[in-house]
């Protein structure tokens, strides 16, 4: 079987946050790849096929869970990375001296209209 690279499939303007998905995707079919194997290893016998019935909904949610876990970490981790640049953004443009006072702002506009 061949492994899926999301970064070849990657376009617009959200091509990081793709990457991710589809990373989530691969570590969920991973998980239920990993279940199968264990119900075909367990198809000769009744107890393991019992046994394997009563860890497959404890398998599933901890497999798609931990995948689900990482995706949002790291959704959360570039979301903080984009409020840290912004943030520097506006304090060297304020530090420039290339933001003006909201007062200034609202008085120029005012003599606009």
């Given at each position: 079987?061949t ?5 070849t499939?990657s ?6 946050a793709?990457?991710?998905?589809f990373?989530?995707l ?5 998980v ?6 264990k ?9 393991d ?8 909904p404890t398998?599933?949610?901890?497999g798609?869970?931990?995948?689900i876990g990482?995706?949002?970490?790291d ?9 840290v640049d ?10 420039d ?5 909201l ?11």
């Open positions: 079987m492994s899926f690279d999301a970064s499939t376009t617009g303007p959200f091509p990081a793709v990457d991710r998905f990373e989530y691969q570590d969920g079919v991973a239920n790849r990993r279940i199968a194997g119900w075909a290893r367990a198809w000769g016998s009744p107890v096929l019992a046994r394997v019935a009563l860890q497959t398998d599933l949610a901890t798609h869970g931990r995948a990482t995706w949002l970490t959704e959360t981790v570039l979301a903080q990375r984009g409020l912004s943030a520097t953004a506006v304090s060297e443009r304020v530090v001296g290339s933001v003006t006072d007062d200034d702002r609202r008085s120029a506009a005012a003599a606009r209209d």
